[in-house]
Nanobody, 123 residues
Framework: QVQLVESGGGLVQAGGSLRLSCAVSGRTFSTYAMGWLRQAPGKEREFVATISWSGGRTYYAESVKGRFTISRDNAKNTVYLQMNSLKPEDTAVYYC????????????????WGKGILVTVSS
C-alpha cells in the first residue's frame, strides 16, 4: 500500500519560511517523480513544483518560481518543499504526490496523493 505523509505545515507571517516534508512508503521511491500541488479555499487544485526521479530536473509554477525549492532525498524516501518569502496568497492545503510522467509545463500525472497539510500565511 502506497502512503504519502506530509508534515511541516502551519501558520507563518508574510515574508516568512516553512519547509514541507513528505515521507513515502510502499513503492520504490527513487524511480518515481514527485510533486507538490496546492488547493486554496474556493479554488481548484494547482501545480506548484515537480522533481524528476533522480532530482536532476525541477519544474515550478510561475507564481512560486524563485521563492520555493523542491528537493528529494532518495535514501530517506522523502521529498521536501522549501518555501521562502511566503505571501498570503500562498495560503492553501498542500498535497504531496507521486507519479511516473511529467507533462508539458512540469505538471505531474499523479498516481497517489497524500492527505494534504494546511499552510496559512498571515498578512
Amino acid at each position: 500500500q502506497v502512503q504519502l505523509v506530509e508534515s511541516g505545515g502551519g501558520l507563518v507571517q508574510a515574508g516568512g519560511s516553512l519547509r514541507l516534508s513528505c515521507a513515502v512508503s510502499g513503492r520504490t521511491f527513487s524511480t518515481y517523480a514527485m510533486g507538490w500541488l496546492r488547493q486554496a479555499p474556493g479554488k481548484e487544485r494547482e501545480f506548484v513544483a515537480t522533481i524528476s526521479w533522480s532530482g536532476g530536473r525541477t519544474y515550478y509554477a510561475e507564481s512560486v518560481k524563485g521563492r520555493f525549492t523542491i528537493s528529494r532525498d532518495n535514501a530517506k524516501n522523502t521529498v521536501y518543499l522549501q518555501m521562502n518569502s511566503l505571501k498570503p496568497e500562498d495560503t492553501a492545503v498542500y498535497y504531496c504526490a507521486t507519479g511516473r510522467t511529467v507533462v508539458a509545463g512540469g505538471s505531474l500525472l499523479v498516481d497517489y496523493w497524500g492527505k494534504g497539510i494546511l499552510v496559512t500565511v498571515s498578512s
